[in-house]
């Protein structure tokens, strides 16, 4: 054990000695930062540069001088009402002194909506949201010259509510979040157990792993680097989120992240599982990798041997990325107790309500029965390859290696 823990301090002091790491985690947090600050930024500027100025014009006092409403309304654009000749539209768009125009006119029974602006090319479609604004306060002119009761205005002008409803009562979240969240602990988990493969390469070229074999056992060696590249990894993830939620609150107005995304199901216990889940998920996938990498002696080749474990880790990702869309439907089950799947399904599958008692402690025990299967062979490839410094290994040569006693 004190083996073990020596190796993992001499990795985790390299890994926080490179200028890749330490360079890599400050963009990533500077990224955080200017992305919430985003809207900050974008209100330092001129407001009017960002607010589309447009007239509307009712020459013909079709809506009855009740257009002035629609300043009140919060539609996105920077409104002046006022009665202009075609020309002088036309000039005070040349002039960018407004960046279009809405004419209204009556012709017959039909209102002609007529939208101007200086290049089609440029503003081609009709503000929507504007135009839906101007038939219902030109419908509620009319509504109101009828004389109706309350009782009958409130009968063809219904207050329509919108709810979202679901058979199942145990399925509860948002499922935007889990996909964000699911995304998140992918990378993470991939790219820490990626730096597994590549330190063991990495040091077979530089000949550092002689003195390492003649101080400890090849066990030790790839446990402590294992265990020294997660914390590390571990550190970065907890780093990045703490950044991103204090970010959040500091920079986002209020109620801004929350009108966005549905945080009430984010507690303690969710916190644990997916610290839980991100440990066991990179000692799957760090042991696989620690395989591969004890098969090369070339950093050039490390790619190319660690393409399988990829192909792996992205199968597992989009198995429980795309079962989320039906997070009850038995594929979702299996993609939550499938180990190169489980890690990045089953903690939001418990977000949503969905994972029994059974299910995470079964989970969990297949996962660890997979890293003991995983590491005792990675173990014993290594062990037995670590002073190759030929070209790649073959999976033939792989199996006659494990087989070697």
């Known amino acids: 054990m004190k083996d073990i823990i020596t190796v993992m301090k001499f990795t985790m002091k390299d890994m926080l000695k490179r200028k890749s790491f330490i360079i890599s985690t400050i963009i990533i947090l500077i990224l955080i930062l200017v992305g919430f600050n985003i809207p900050n930024i974008l209100k330092t500027f001129d407001k009017e540069k960002f607010i589309t100025k447009l007239l509307i014009v009712d020459n013909d006092d079709i809506f009855e001088g009740k257009l002035e409403l629609l300043k009140k309304e919060d539609l996105g654009y920077q409104i002046e009402v006022a009665k202009e000749s075609f020309d002088n539209i036309k000039e005070r768009i040349e002039a960018n002194k407004i960046d ?40 509620n002119i009319q509504i109101e ?8 205005l409130l009968a063809i002008t219904p207050n329509f509510s919108y709810e979202l409803m679901q058979t199942s009562e145990e399925v509860s979240g948002n499922i935007l979040v889990m996909m964000l969240m699911s995304i998140v602990l992918f990378y993470a988990i991939y790219f820490c157990a990626y730096q597994v493969s590549s330190s063991i390469t990495t040091e077979k070229t530089s000949k550092i792993i002689e003195t390492l074999v003649t101080s400890t056992s090849p066990k030790n060696i790839v446990l402590g680097k294992t265990l020294g590249i ?39 216990y969710l916190g644990v599982i997916t610290i839980i889940y991100f440990i066991l998920g990179y000692f799957v996938y760090s042991l696989l990798y620690a395989l591969t990498g004890s098969t090369v002696s070339k950093p050039e080749d490390i790619q190319s041997a660690n393409s399988p474990i990829a192909i792996l880790a992205v199968v597992g990702f989009y198995l429980s990325y795309f079962t989320m869309m039906n997070p009850t439907s038995n594929l979702n089950l299996f993609a939550s107790l499938f180990p190169i799947s489980a890690p990045f399904c089953m903690p939001f599958r418990i977000m949503m309500g969905l994972a029994k008692g059974g299910d995470v402690v079964l989970s969990i025990i297949i996962l660890i029965v997979t890293i003991l299967i995983i590491a005792k062979i990675a173990i014993k490839i290594y062990s037995n390859a670590i002073l190759n410094y030929g070209s790649k290994m073959s999976f033939k040569d792989i199996i006659s290696i494990y087989k070697d006693k």
């Open 230 to 268: 997660g914390i590390v990894g571990l550190i970065q993830m907890i780093l990045i989120v703490v950044t991103t939620i204090v970010s959040a609150k500091v920079f986002l107005e209020k109620g801004v992240l929350e009108a966005v995304l549905d945080l009430s199901n984010i507690n303690l």
């Open 100 to 139: 279009g125009a809405i004419e209204v006119e009556k012709k017959e029974n039909n209102i002609n909506i007529r939208y101007i602006v200086e290049s089609a090319s440029i503003m081609s479609e009709m503000p929507e949201n504007l135009i839906n604004a101007l038939e219902e306060l030109y419908t």
């Open 145 to 152: 010259k009828l004389d109706l009761t309350r009782d009958e």
